[in-house]
Nanobody, 120 residues
Framework: QVQLVESGGGLVQAGGSLRLSCAAS????????MGWYRQAPGQQRELVAT???????TYADSVKGRFTISRDNAKKMVYLQMNSLKPEDTGVYYC??????????????WGQGTQVTVSS
């Protein structure tokens, strides 16, 4: 089965940077859309960024210009480079991928989440 493993979260000062990574493993045909979500305490999960198989990217307005999403198809990985971090960026970040695991099945998968804390 498909698993997503994340890394790169941690504690950082405001204005600092972090790079999140997520690797997909398991048996599947292809990865379509890769993305990152985040969830602050007491808040709903929100979409942060996506990147398609054609490398088209989208960003939430709140992170546009500061975050960069990218993918490495050979390594089956997605990254989120986060610069100029703000306290409001604090939350649990989740990797997500839309994966075709068979000819007839396409599903969304989630990582376990990694905590990002930005101190003032």
């Amino acid at each position: 089965q498909v698993q997503l493993v994340e890394s790169g979260g941690g504690l950082v000062q405001a204005g600092g940077s972090l790079r999140l990574s997520c690797a997909a493993s398991g048996s599947f045909f292809s990865i379509n859309v890769m993305g990152w979500y985040r969830q602050a305490p007491g808040q709903q999960r929100e979409l942060v960024a996506t990147v398609t198989s054609g490398s088209t990217t989208t960003y939430a307005d709140s992170v546009k210009g500061r975050f960069t999403i990218s993918r490495d198809n050979a390594k089956k990985m997605v990254y989120l480079q986060m610069n100029s971090l703000k306290p409001e960026d604090t939350g649990v970040y989740y990797c997500a991928m839309t994966i075709r695991s068979s000819y007839s099945v396409v599903n969304n998968y989630w990582g376990q989440g990694t905590q990002v804390t930005v101190s003032s």
